[in-house]
């Protein structure tokens, strides 16, 4: 039996109800595989500011340290509510960057997939989607303006000012054009390098790096795009991409474009991983205040994070392929939450608990 340490950090907004679905069904996981899972819960984010008097207490600092893996949800408030937090303790730079660095995961792998017969969810006409939409946004998450200097003060004419500085060296791009290169020889070996060498050095200094790591890859093609006509390209013809690199802040703009290709950032799970096993699991939406505690949110991408944990963290393969076709199940039985099942659309909304029940029911019937 082999014994995994998982801490649950529930987060804020929608984060403890799609986290509730995507325990469900890794108890499944467990029941019929040689494992066990100790799930420790822990506060994070806005509600352990309230509560604990810091947005990551020390306490979870050391679960996340000693854990197999970590699953997240989304933090943050609504902007009122964020104004009550000194910025700097505000869930965001107060813990979700802090924990980013602290695990050094660097490596943020976002897959942007619809298969063709759930087109409907997509606001692309059919002959745009064509076969379906499946790609790989893979993100830097540790460096660049995220975690530049950062400098506010008054200049020399009385003006108030602010200055970010966006920083790599080459080993950090080195390191996650590695894992772009990887995932698309495991693909279909084409890489798309997003950047604005026209504009930035940053992104000069990143494609010289680019021409030396891919001398490791010669069956890889690169192909290079400017990132503002990639989000052209996103929309128009979303099928030409595949494997697609790229900085911190592209990542972060892109793959809230990519949730809305698909129709809904519902549709957004990611695995944020770095050296030596240390990885972390998220959606890569919001808390979405909104709508919390009204047993409506979307739970796929919790879900989907936490697949993304059974492959990349636990090895577990096809028990991952499983959530996710049980997932697709559901979609394909007609039914989904009310992000994707707007009047109109033939589809069946269902309640975020009912969702994750019948994602456990498809998993069960499919052992
Ligand atoms: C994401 C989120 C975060 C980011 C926020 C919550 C700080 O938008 O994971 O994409 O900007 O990285
Ligand atoms: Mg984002």
Known sequence: ???????????DGIGPEIMKEGVKVLKVIEERNDVEFEMIEAPFGAGAWF???????????????????????????????????????????????????????????????LPKSLGHFSPLKPEVIGDGIDMIMVRELVGGLYFGEKETGINESGKRYVREVLEYDEDQIKNILHQGFKLAQNRKKVLHNIHKSNVLKSSVLWNEVLDDVATEYPDVEVVHTLVDAAATALCLNPGQFDVMVMENMFGDILSDQGGGILGSLGL????????????????????????????????????????????????????????????????????????????????NMISTDVFGDKVVEHLRANA
């Open 1 to 11: 039996m082999t014994k995994y340490k998982i801490a649950i950090l529930a987060g």
């Open 51 to 113: 509560s604990e008097g810091s947005s990551f207490p020390e306490a979870t600092k050391r679960l996340v340290d000693e854990a197999d893996a970590v699953v997240k949800g989304p933090i943050g408030l609504n902007h009122e509510e964020s104004k009550k937090i000194p910025v700097d303790q505000q869930p965001e730079r107060g813990a979700l960057l802090p924990m980013r660095k602290r695990l050094n995961t660097y490596a943020n792998f976002r897959p942007v997939y």
């Open 268 to 347: 957004m799970p990611s695995a944020c991983l770095g050296e030596n096993g240390k990885a972390y699991y998220e959606p890569s939406h919001g808390s979405a205040p909104d709508i919390a505690g009204k047993n409506i949110a979307n739970p796929y991408s919790m879900i989907g994070s936490m697949a993304m944990m059974l492959e990349y963290s636990f090895g577990m393969v096809e028990e991952a392929r499983n959530v996710w076709d049980a997932m697709q199940s559901v979609f394909a039985a007609g039914y989904s939450t009310a992000d994707l099942s707007k009047p109109g659309s033939g589809v």
